[in-house]
């Protein structure tokens, strides 16, 4: 597993795919908004999926959902800052889930660790600098354009090559600014400017991303490809709180194929997940150890 420069110990090599636990401080994300909005409950719940065995929390303000507004500096930051403070003095590693450089580094001074940023640094000009003196671990994304735009930017003749080739796209251009390319994860963006059909495909043949040279970071849990899979014979999508089965299926998948780690709503069953693709390499590995 390649190295992520300024990652505590604790998950700096698991010998496994880290579980990043999802705690949404929104009213209105498609998977669990309004659950947390509450700054005691959105804790409590960062809490619970601590128990179950999250590796980091990822704490986002700003709903991404598709056709989404953009939420002020000012809420995002109410909403983001005492959370992470909050699970900070927890001991919990905690990624900041956010576009707007002045709210990563509010994030990153309340004992925030990791930026994740679903523009790959494309929506504010100033998170590039921001992380490159910071030096933080930076989660860069395949992005296209914001959340009341990218459903109509979901064109590609080859998904996997195009995204492959943008991803190394934006590290190229991220290390021009100052960033140590040791601090890049690299995400496929399932669900962003991404047809269900383009979800499978990345899911599919998520080794070609993971051969980047950078660790893979992967996010399917509850999203809407997997409620029209799981759709009865009337067409209605499964509502998100019934997707968790068919993430910790992705979850699977997600490790087997070298992912990094994977960003999921419910923790417990893809904590188990990959623990069992875990056991299954190693013993692959071993093969003089078998019977
Ligand atoms: N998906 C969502 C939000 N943030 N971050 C990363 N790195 N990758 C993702 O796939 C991703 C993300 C949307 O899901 P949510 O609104 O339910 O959290």
Same mark, same amino acid.
């Given at each position: 597993?390649?190295?992520?420069?300024?990652?505590?110990?604790?998950?700096?090599?698991?010998?496994?795919?880290?579980?990043?636990?999802?705690?949404?401080?929104?009213?209105?994300?498609?998977?669990?908004?309004?659950?947390?909005?509450?700054?005691?409950?959105?804790?409590?719940?960062?809490?619970?999926?601590?128990?179950?065995?999250?590796?980091?929390?990822?704490?986002?303000?700003?709903?991404?959902?598709?056709?989404?507004?953009?939420?002020?500096?000012?809420?995002?930051?109410?909403?983001?800052?005492?959370?992470?403070?909050?699970?900070?003095?927890?001991?919990?590693?905690?990624?900041?889930?956010?576009?707007?450089?002045?709210?990563?580094?509010?994030?990153? =001074?309340?004992?925030?660790?990791?930026?994740?940023?679903?523009?790959?640094?494309?929506?504010?000009?100033?998170?590039?600098?921001?992380?490159?003196?910071?030096?933080?671990?930076?989660?860069?994304?395949?992005?296209?354009?914001?959340?009341?735009?990218?459903?109509?930017?979901?064109?590609?003749?080859?998904?996997?090559?195009?995204?492959?080739?943008?991803?190394?796209?934006?590290?190229?251009?991220?290390? =021009?600014?100052?960033?140590?390319?040791?601090?890049?994860?690299?995400?496929?963006?399932?669900?962003?400017?991404?047809?269900?059909?383009?979800?499978?495909?990345?899911?599919?043949?998520?080794?070609?991303?993971? =051969?980047?040279?950078?660790?893979?970071?992967?996010?399917?849990?509850?999203?809407?490809?997997?409620?029209?899979?799981?759709?009865?014979?009337?067409?209605?999508?499964?509502?998100?709180?019934?997707?968790?089965?068919?993430?910790?299926?992705?979850?699977?998948?997600?490790?087997?194929?070298?992912?990094?780690?994977?960003?999921?709503?419910?923790?417990?069953?893809?904590?188990?997940?990959?623990?069992?693709?875990?056991?299954?390499?190693?013993?692959?590995?071993?093969?003089?150890?078998?019977?």
């Amino acid at each position: 597993m390649q190295e992520v420069l300024g990652l505590p110990a604790v998950v700096r090599d698991p010998g496994r795919c880290l579980v990043v636990g999802v705690v949404n401080v929104t009213p209105d994300s498609f998977s669990d908004g309004g659950r947390w909005l509450r700054p005691e409950a959105a804790v409590a719940h960062g809490k619970a999926l601590l128990a179950d065995g999250a590796d980091l929390l990822d704490i986002g303000g700003e709903s991404t959902r598709p056709g989404a507004g953009r939420v002020d500096v000012a809420e995002e930051l109410r909403r983001v800052v005492p959370v992470v403070t909050a699970l900070a003095a927890e001991g919990a590693v905690i990624s900041v889930d956010t576009m707007r450089a002045e709210v990563a580094e509010a994030a990153l =001074d309340a004992g925030a660790t990791v930026v994740n940023d679903v523009s790959g640094g494309l929506a504010d000009p100033a998170m590039p600098g921001l992380v490159a003196r910071r030096g933080s671990p930076f989660v860069v994304m395949h992005w296209r354009g914001h959340s009341d735009a990218m459903d109509s930017r979901a064109v590609y003749r080859d998904v996997v090559a195009e995204v492959r080739v943008e991803l190394l796209g934006r590290l190229d251009v991220l290390v =021009d600014a100052g960033i140590d390319p040791r601090q890049i994860i690299l995400d496929p963006g399932l669900g962003f400017a991404k047809t269900p059909e383009h979800n499978w495909r990345l899911l599919a043949e998520l080794d070609v991303l993971a =051969d980047l040279g950078r660790p893979l970071l992967v996010g399917a849990s509850r999203k809407r490809f997997l409620g029209s899979l799981l759709a009865g014979p009337d067409g209605v999508p499964v509502p998100p709180h019934r997707r968790d089965d068919a993430t910790a299926a992705t979850t699977a998948l997600a490790a087997a194929s070298g992912a990094w780690a994977v960003r999921v709503h419910s923790v417990a069953a893809s904590a188990d997940a990959v623990r069992v693709v875990a056991a299954t390499v190693a013993a692959r590995r071993r093969p003089e150890e078998s019977l």
